[in-house]
């Protein structure tokens, strides 16, 4: 029941110093304006990034305890019924956190909208046409997200029901079979939205870099 969850944050490169390379001063230009909102994205999803470890550490002792559970077998219900409801009790504190991390996301998007208003302020062409290629990749990368929100909720309810499951002591083998190929197939779900997710999560810090060296950014970390 573990989900990988490598490789899904934005960089984030507010701690570096940005240079306009035209000189420009006084009102801020379409590049400057562009950074700030791009930066704020990253900020956005600090606590998105938070809840990654916390996440995969929680994955890793339910894991620890469904193999305990099935080691055990029916002859031992009571210590069933108590690792059980401590699974339980994990699936609740891994959907808190995967909460958070949509809520994050939710901002993150909010902020990055306002590039709309600013991608088409550019004279060059192709910083526009990398602008625009940035904006759908992110917005694709929020729209992989909610599918990922939506795989890794199932996969937490079908959770609980399997560990409501072996607190029954006339449950017939052949459901708990059901609900384990059940869960199986949920996770390859999870597993398939999160490699998208990683992807376009990817693709979005090649363009991001891409647009910064077409409009005119100089960045040192």
Known sequence: MLCKRSSRYLLSI?????????????NKTPAEKMYDVLEDVVAKEKVFEEQQDPLVTLEKKEKRIYDQIIELGMKEYDQIVKLSDEAIQLTDERK????????????????????????????????????NELNDVMMQRYQAHEWLYKEYSDALTYDKELYGMFKNKNLPLEDLEAQVNKLNDQYKQVFDANEKFNMLTDQYNDKKQSFYKKAGLKSNK
Do not use: Y
């Open 14 to 26: 507010a701690a570096i110093s940005v240079f306009i390379l035209s000189g420009c001063v006084g």
């Open 96 to 131: 808190k956190h995967m909460e958070k991390e949509t809520k994050s996301l939710k901002e993150s998007e909010q902020a990055f909208k306002k590039i709309a208003d600013i991608k088409d302020e550019f004279d060059d062409t192709e910083v526009i046409k990398t602008a």
